[in-house]
């Protein structure tokens, strides 16, 4: 059982490059969510969805696009990155409209716009 | 809209030291709330939850949360801290039946061997 599976770990773009951050779950969850890590900031909701092509925005959703066709992909896509952009970007799944549930978290990408 | 408050940006103990780290939430409705752990350079790792019940949770590591409902708080303690507890501690919230997480800011906890 892999959980929440993140590719890739580390990437270096160039402001202006476009590029796709990808997100898989094997745990059949509804609920999958990308968030950002910046220091002194904690986690940032960006996108969520709640279940195959159901998608919304979170806190700080500008500048990234989100998609999710199947229950087990939530692709994030940066159409021009930016310098601000830099950060560590997490994806989480848990099950939706379940008592009790709870997130989990994949290995994060490490992203640097220069 | 919930929000989580961990005043506490780095602490810095000594082994064997207890440990309290605080976490304060606003909402007005019922929470599930979480503490979550970052090793360096990994990914969060769920520490704790309450739900409801007892609340005084206990979790991995030793590590315990007490909520406090009257106080809006769910603090986190660990009687004897070790060198490998060094890590990043977030404190998360979310209403009852929105799956929405939200996270304070982070607590960096160093210990000193």
């Known amino acids: 059982n892999a959980g929440v599976t993140q590719t890739p770990k580390f990437q270096v773009l160039k402001t202006g490059q476009s590029m796709t951050l990808q997100c898989a779950q094997d745990m059949n969850h509804e609920y999958m969510s990308w968030y950002r890590q910046d220091p002194g900031m904690g986690l940032r909701l960006i996108h969520y969805?709640?279940?195959?092509?159901?998608?919304d925005q979170g806190e700080v959703p500008n500048g990234y696009n989100v998609s999710r066709s199947t229950t087990e992909d939530f692709p994030l896509r940066l159409l021009s990155a930016a310098p601000s952009q830099t950060s560590v970007y997490f994806c989480?799944?848990?099950?939706?409209?379940?008592?009790?549930?709870?997130?989990?978290f994949g290995q994060g990408t490490r992203l640097t716009v220069v | 809209a919930q929000s989580v408050s961990q005043h506490n940006h780095h602490v810095i103990l000594s082994e064997a030291a207890s440990l309290e780290l605080g976490c304060n939430y606003s909402?007005?409705?019922?929470?599930?709330l979480f503490w979550y752990v970052q090793y360096p350079g990994q990914h969060l790792q769920l520490l704790l939850k309450?739900?409801?019940?007892?609340?005084l949770v206990k979790g991995i590591k030793g590590f315990e949360a007490e909520f406090i409902k009257s106080k809006f708080s769910f603090n986190l303690r660990k009687p004897s801290v070790q060198w490998s507890d060094t890590a990043e501690y977030f404190c998360?919230?979310?209403?009852?039946?929105?799956?929405?997480?939200?996270f304070g800011t982070g607590t960096r906890l160093t210990i000193i061997p």
């Open positions: 969805s709640v279940g195959a092509g159901i998608t």
């Open positions: 998360a919230v979310n209403a009852r039946g929105n799956e929405k997480l939200t």
């Open positions: 989480a799944s848990s099950y939706y409209e379940t008592p009790n549930t709870e997130a989990f």
């Open positions: 309450y739900f409801s019940g007892d609340p």
């Open positions: 909402y007005g409705g019922t929470v599930n």
